[in-house]
């Protein structure tokens, strides 16, 4: 199946109306989860919601056109979820209470046997939420009120916090390590000199450089991961390379891995496969085959459009969990976080395939 302009302008029109469906109230940046089946506490949660709604009016040329007001009091919600003690961390405080609330006795019994359930931890959470507020900002301008300090400062520190990461599992190591360079690039230079940020910086670039697979093209340790882990871990790292403004290691190699087999129909497998073709190609024309893959991969992204105009995280299915909390009860219906990660898997694509626009690319 090919993606042709007469669906993305369909997508420009149909996307904002649902996010306007999940306006709540008169607050700018105010975001539902989704439409009919959001939860008690995800109808209470407002961060995540609000940086998706805002990364996807961004990507399809929307953001520049609404009124300044708006624009300055959506950023100023965004703002106010940072905390001021501490390290100023971003903070969506009905989430941290969930992911703080103590187990219950079912649970509690699973887990003297290993089988209770996932229980995130809430400082891990909250410095994922810190890294997606401040990319979210940086990506029309903006920065936080205060600068974010809880991450390390010494080269000797960062080599050390990098190196202690599960690197057999990519994908969660990836995605923490990107978490720190954003914090390094964005963060650091309010309070500390350029020349001491580039020191840090560039451990970065020399962990990476060291720790890519010359075989695949991807980054790990230890044995193969599974395709999955190994596409979605890859990409996680190539956005760190993206803020570092290093070039993927051995493009051509990681473009097979990735062509290899189908990601899984899921938000964020199929926008990981096309960000990691996308950041590999870096502006070189898509061949046969990845125009295939992409074709594949569209086909997809249009079994999770519903009738509400947006897209669901799950095909007919909208995301039930967001970081270890239950925001939904996955009716068929269309989800904000699916509809940023599709819109932007779709943006991507577009732009591999030479399919012109306009729409701006996002970077996360």
């Known amino acids: 199946m090919t993606l042709d302009l007469s669906y993305l302008r369909e997508i420009e029109e149909r996307v904002p109306q649902f996010l306007r469906s999940l306006r709540v109230g008169v607050q700018a940046g105010r975001y539902l989860p989704c439409l009919r089946g959001a939860t008690a506490v995800g109808r209470e949660m407002g961060l995540g919601w609000s940086c998706f709604a805002l990364k996807t009016q961004h990507m399809l ?24 003690d501490g390290d100023s961390v971003f903070e969506d405080p009905p989430q941290m209470a969930m992911l703080k609330k ?12 290993g089988r209770g359930p996932w229980r995130p931890d809430p400082l891990s959470i909250a410095l994922a939420e810190t890294k997606q507020a401040v990319a979210t900002l940086a990506e029309i301008g903006a920065e936080p009120r205060r600068p974010f300090r809880g991450f390390p400062l010494k080269p000797e520190r960062v080599r050390e916090w990098l190196e202690a990461q599960d690197w057999s599992r990519p994908w969660g190591a990836g995605g923490q390590s990107a978490g720190m360079v954003v914090f390094i690039k964005t963060q650091a230079p309010a309070f500390m000199p350029q020349r001491d940020v580039d020191e840090l910086l560039d451990v ?11 075989e695949t093209g991807a980054y790990f340790r230890g044995a193969t991961p599974a395709h999955g882990e190994l596409v979605n871990g890859a990409m996680k790292v190539l956005m760190a390379l993206d803020w570092l403004d290093m070039p993927v290691h051995y493009p051509d190699r ?40 992409c074709g594949h991969v569209v086909e997809s992204i249009r079994a999770h459009a519903n009738d ?23 009716l068929e219906e269309s989800d904000i976080q699916g509809t940023c990660l599709l819109v932007w898997a779709l943006a991507m694509t577009a732009q591999m395939c030479g399919v012109e626009a306009g729409w701006k690319m996002m970077r996360p």
């Not at 009124?67 to 940072?82: K, S």
């Not at 097979?256 to 870096?282: F, N, Q, S």
Request: proline share 5%; glycine share 8%.
């Open 61 to 84: 040329g929307r953001w520049d056109g609404l009124d300044r007001d708006e624009r300055e009091a959506w950023v100023e919600f965004v703002q106010d979820y940072q905390r001021t």
């Open 102 to 113: 103590p187990p219950g006795i079912i649970a509690r019994m699973l887990s003297l046997v």
């Open 204 to 214: 970065c670039r020399d962990f990476y450089a060291a720790l890519v697979d010359a």
């Open 254 to 293: 990681l473009i097979a891995i990735t062509l290899a087999a189908p990601p899984k129909p899921e938000g964020c497998h199929l926008v990981d496969a096309i960000y990691v073709l996308h950041r590999a190609l870096a502006g070189r024309p898509a061949d046969a085959a990845v125009r295939e893959f």
């Open 308 to 330: 509400d105009g947006g897209f669901s995280f799950f095909a007919r299915k909208a995301q039930t969990h967001y970081y270890g909390v239950e925001v939904s009860r996955g």
